[in-house]
């Protein structure tokens, strides 16, 4: 059919819509309108989204959030890296797909460790998952749980290292038996 566009519809309908949008920026040719668009449609979202961040610091806590704040500054960003990093390493096999979505699991909680905690889950015990934190503890979990012990241990040595060394200590259990445990 002449005029006509399969995926829009009619022209009729396709020019309709052209003449809004050109109506739109015809109007906001004029500052009182663009300002009214603004303040009614743009500052609610971005104060939306304000209000968000200000609701999740209070969830979590100013002192948790200062904390998970200084953490990343000051070695959390890079240890996560280096979790996520290696967990894309062992996704490359198919054997380490289960190991490697753990590692990663680890990484994002090494993101933001202040305010929550080791979390068992339900089936956490089940018979598969006992056997790939067996296999996880004697190939991977006993250096990640020795590092976070010798880091927890020089952190300790100064009273303003002492939350941080709580969170190594923390994430000592998940990085010993990450299947059926997360940090909440």
Known sequence: MPGSCGLVGDAGALDDGLKDTQGLFARWAD??????????????????????LVAAVRHTGAMSFL???????????????????GGVA????????????????IGMATLAPFGKKV????????????????????????????????WAL???VTVIGLPFAAQHVKLIPLSLF???????
């Open 31 to 52: 500052a009182d309108v663009a300002w009214e668009y603004v303040r009614s449609r743009a500052m609610p979202a971005v104060l939306g989204g304000a209000k968000q």
């Open 67 to 85: 904390g998970n704040l200084v953490w990343l500054i000051f070695g959390g960003l890079l240890s996560a890296l280096a979790y996520l990093f």
């Open 90 to 105: 062992l996704c490359l096999t198919i054997v380490g797909i289960p190991f490697g979505l753990q590692t990663m699991k």
């Open 119 to 150: 979390v068992e889950q339900p089936n956490a015990n089940s018979m598969l998952r006992i056997v790939f934190n067996v296999v996880w503890l004697v190939l991977f979990g006993w250096e990640i749980a020795v590092a976070h012990l010798v």
């Open 154 to 156: 020089i952190l300790a």
């Open 178 to 184: 990450p299947f059926g445990r997360e940090l909440r």
